[in-house]
């Protein structure tokens, strides 16, 4: 009697094997996705914080907000009056462009507060 698997067992365990990398490989991209998706919406949160931080230093911007102007501050202006420090890389969203993204701020009458968007600059 020979020892050894049949043709029937290898293919079963090809299938199996196939079955369970192509699996494993969409878990992994997966969870790409959403690490790419949360390190984009910290992005978003670290422009609004540094907008945050320009505004409450900048008294000019202040008045501007404060009689009923919308302003928008880019990327590029956060970056130059030393609020960002380096370049922030756009990892999967494109609503997210390092190059056309704003902060959009204006005054909240109301509850005296600022709201601050996310938005295009063109």
Partial sequence: MKKGFTLVEL????????LLSVL???GILKKGNELKDLSNARYRE???TSAKMYVN???DVQMKLK????IKISYKELQEA???SEDLKNLNNSNVDV???CIQVEYKYNDYSYIYTLVNCN
């Avoid at 293919?11 to 199996?16: D, E, H, Q, R, S």
């Fill in 11 to 18: 293919l079963a365990v090809i299938v199996i094997i196939s």
């Fill in 24 to 26: 494993a490989y969409d």
């Fill in 67 to 70: 009689a009923g102007q919308t």
């Fill in 82 to 84: 030393g609020y960002l």
């Fill in 46 to 48: 670290l422009l609004k």
């Fill in 99 to 101: 190059n056309s993204s």
């Fill in 57 to 59: 230093a900048k008294s």
